[in-house]
């Protein structure tokens, strides 16, 4: 299988009742964990690129493994770019092959953010790739992107309408509650809210900050309507977990193995939860 867009594999979720994970991916360790879960567990996969990645120059460099891997991989791939922060950045990933971007409109007034999708729109579709927009805003700090927390930070159900008039994108991404890191206690998600942008949604939405949910609250956010779900900061912790609890051995490979293995159990699990007990 190669290379294919977001709005592919979202079908494909919406058809089985079931999420994609978007994994954020910040070297070629982390990538080979991944497509070695996904592979074994025949799921499609995202593979994000996000903004710390793309500040420390490695845009290019890791869309080209993740590439050259989907070329050999019997699974659908999508390569995503993360919290788009400005239409150069989108024109950026789209010419280093990202099949899938997100334009971060959400800061924005609503009709900036529309104007801004659009206009994203318009760039991804002659590159042949998938947008995913935000409204409402996604609590916590991860890559230095954060919000206020003393605006309201819930999407409006009567913006999800709007948005959906005015343009037409593959994914959205809505604040419920949900924050980027690891929560201080347990989710508060509005589960209520959800539903109700579910009803009046016309594209699957999209749950960012995936890292710490509990599983029953991550199956309940798929069975209303929740499309693909991120997780980055448990990929990066499980990752500097494994390489610490071997990096006293000083052999570079067996350190970056231990890595790995981490990484892959975390993948693993995460897809298996994902599926929400879909069948074939």
Do not use: W
């Not at 996904?38 to 080209?64: F, K, N, T």
């Not at 999209?206 to 710490?212: A, E, K, N, Q, T």
């Not at 069975?223 to 693909?228: A, E, H, T, V």
């Amino acid at each position: 299988m190669s290379l294919c867009t977001l709005k592919e594999v979202l079908s494909y979720a919406k058809d089985k009742k079931a999420a994609i994970p978007a994994f954020n991916i910040d070297n070629m360790e982390i990538i080979q964990s991944i497509f070695k879960a996904s592979e074994e567990e025949e799921y499609p996969v995202i593979l994000a690129v996000g903004q710390a990645a793309i500040r420390d120059g490695r845009m290019a460099l890791l869309a080209a493994a993740a590439r050259a891997f989907a070329e050999k991989s019997p699974i659908p791939v999508v390569i995503h770019l993360d919290h788009g922060q400005s239409l150069e950045q989108v024109r950026m990933a789209l010419d280093c092959g990202f099949t899938s971007v997100m334009i971060d409109g959400s800061k924005l007034p609503f009709g900036k953010n529309v104007r801004i999708s659009e206009e994203t729109l318009k760039l991804a579709k002659a590159a042949g790739a998938s947008v995913e927009a935000e409204l409402g805003c996604i609590l916590g700090v991860e890559d230095d992107i954060s919000h206020d927390d003393n605006k309201p930070f819930l999407v409006r159900t009567e913006d999800v309408k709007a948005f959906n008039e005015a343009v037409t994108v593959d994914a959205l991404a809505v604040g419920i509650g949900n924050a980027h890191g690891i929560y201080k206690g347990l989710p508060n998600l509005d589960f209520e809210r959800l539903s109700e942008v579910n009803d009046i949604s016309k594209v699957p939405l999209v749950l960012h900050g995936g890292s710490g949910i509990p599983a029953d609250m991550i199956q309940k956010a798929i069975s209303l309507g929740i499309r693909k779900i991120n997780v980055a900061t448990e990929i990066r912790l499980a990752y500097v977990k494994g390489i610490t609890g071997a990096v006293e051995c000083g052999d570079f490979y067996p350190i970056a193995n231990a890595g790995k293995a981490e990484v892959y159990d975390l993948v693993k699990g995460k897809i298996q939860l994902f599926k929400n007990g879909m069948v074939k």
